[in-house]
């Protein structure tokens, strides 16, 4: 299998390890992935740099590295991360062969070299022998996150409903929260996960975390503009209001079985054209 350098000018810790497996293993899994952290030589002929940045202009420690490139002349290509409110310059795009963001936006359309790809899953929740289980599950729908937007009808209804589960947190990433093992767990005997948009983004890590263990994703009408060519023919159930989780629950439950197989198997699809969809360009263009 070809061999890919994955270059982290993310920070060492959270900010480079919290999307590391999804990044490795879902959009670049079609090649051997070998990981270069900061303080490493990173120079290297179309490397794929991953970089975190939320402001109009990237960080000048780390984006010294992309100036390193251009003056090398060596072809890179980059993944963007963490810019919910689409608010970097995309002139700052220049020069690479292609880039993968994650949160996509207007401003970004019609780019020839940048792709939206999915926001992905924190590292732990990717399930590595994904096999269908079609026993009945015990919560019929849950929630556990922190409150922002319109989230607390999210809590509201579910609470209102029998067979649910809602924990709530303050903050992202509160380690107050369930951890990864326990919201495994959680999804394992779960079936709708209602996927409300985070502060400025329809776009949420809960998506493909509770794709992976094959729970059923619940998003509002208002986002699936942006979902439906980013999860192509998805399962997802879409709601104008959060209060009709309780007639999907009633109709769908004797069901649930035939949805989540439904939803299992266009996942094993997605996560197969995924990484081929990446590999596709990666290769088109070296």
């Known amino acids: 299998m070809e061999k ?62 992309i100036e390193w490139y251009k003056q090398a002349k060596l072809p890179y290509f980059l993944v963007h991360l963490s810019d919910e409110r689409c608010s970097f310059d995309p002139k700052h795009y220049t020069g690479a062969k292609h880039v993968w963001r994650s949160y996509g936006g207007k401003r970004y359309d019609g780019i020839e070299n940048v792709s939206t790809i999915p926001l992905g899953f924190q590292t732990g929740f990717m399930n590595p022998e994904p096999v269908f289980d079609d026993r009945e599950r015990n919560i019929d729908a849950v929630f556990a996150g922190s409150m922002k937007q319109d989230r607390q009808s999210v809590v509201d209804v579910l ?51 509770c794709l992976e263990w094959n729970c059923i994703p619940v998003i509002k009408i208002e986002h699936a503009d942006y979902f439906d ?19 999907y629950i009633k109709d769908l439950k004797p069901n649930e079985a035939r949805c989540r197989k439904n939803a299992f198997n266009w996942y094993t699809f997605f996560k197969i054209n995924l990484k081929r969809t990446v590999k596709a360009k990666y290769e088109s263009l070296l």
């Open 4 to 65: 890919i350098k994955l270059v982290w000018l993310t920070k060492q810790g959270s900010q480079t390890n919290f999307e590391k497996q999804y990044i490795e293993h879902r959009l670049f899994g079609g090649f051997v992935c070998d990981n270069i952290l900061r303080g490493n030589d990173l120079l290297f002929a179309n490397a794929v740099l991953i970089f975190s940045c939320n402001t109009p202009d990237p960080d000048p420690d780390y984006w010294k590295v």
């Open 159 to 209: 609470k209102s409903i029998p067979n649910t589960m809602v924990k709530t947190t303050t903050h992202f990433n509160d380690p107050n929260g369930i951890p990864v093992d326990g919201m495994i767990e959680v999804y394992k005997d779960s079936f709708l996960v209602p996927c409300p948009m985070g502060w400025h983004h329809a776009d949420s890590f809960r998506i493909m975390e």
């Open 229 to 247: 060519p980013l999860y192509p023919f998805h399962p997802f159930l879409v709601v104008e209001t959060w209060d009709e989780i309780k007639t």
